[in-house]
T-cell receptor, first 108, second 114 residues
């Protein structure tokens, strides 16, 4: 089965840094994805990790530890437009399974 | 950037009616998926499809659901007899051949069953 846990909500100030943690227990692992989803819209791809370590992509970075079943997404220099839900998703051979998402609210 | 296209954007139907949700995946993609998201809940996997057959399906994807790739471009989800609890946003997604490729999602069809 799939068990993917992430915090429900986080709030941060514009310009700050926020770290969203994700822990997972899944049958099969072919990589971990982070997606962003604004209300009423489709998920959009942010980052992908398949090996341990940090992947940096502009203001967003993602980290993976396969032995610990742990990942985080780091959002730097927060902007108001970053207010959204951030979805941790684990891929096995045939599907991508999503966590419930973390709603990030950025305050001025 | 290439897009996955879904139609209609909104569908309202009566309980017990059949609905067909349509998707045009990205043209050179080989893997196709349907997900649903009930309002306020997580994105749930329904089914994956490759080489003209279902690769995996969830327990949600019961006998009332079916998928088809009727031609070289469309990928459809049919719900035979809709129930109130089928009301949700349905997302189609597609992916290229490489294992590490991301899924591209369509903008969704909001299904309301009355």
């Amino acid at each position: 089965g799939q068990n993917i846990d992430q915090p429900t909500e986080m709030t941060a100030t514009e310009g700050a840094i926020v770290q969203i943690n994700c822990t997972y227990q899944t049958s099969g692992f072919n990589g971990l994805f982070w997606y962003q989803q604004h209300a009423g819209e489709a998920p959009t791809f942010l980052s992908y990790n398949v090996l341990d370590g940090l992947e940096e992509k502009g203001r967003f970075s993602s980290f993976l530890s396969r032995s610990k079943g742990y990942s985080y997404l780091l959002l730097k220099e927060l902007q108001m437009k970053d207010s959204a839900s951030y979805l941790c998703a684990v891929k096995n051979d045939y599907k991508l399974s999503f966590g419930a998402g973390t709603t990030v609210t950025v305050r001025a | 950037e290439p897009e996955v296209t879904q139609t209609p954007s909104h569908q309202v139907t009566q309980m017990g009616q059949e609905v067909i949700l349509r998707c045009v995946p990205i043209s050179n993609h080989l893997y196709f998926y349907w997900y649903r998201q009930i309002l306020g809940q997580k994105v749930e996997f329904l089914v994956s499809f490759y080489n003209n057959e279902i690769s995996e399906k969830s327990e949600i994807f019961d006998d009332q659901f079916s998928v088809e790739r009727p031609d070289g471009s469309n990928f459809t989800l049919k719900i035979r007899s809709t129930k109130l609890e089928d009301s949700a946003m349905y997302f189609c997604a597609s992916k290229g051949e490489a294992t590490n490729e991301k899924l591209f999602f369509g903008s969704g069809t909001q299904l309301s069953v009355l």
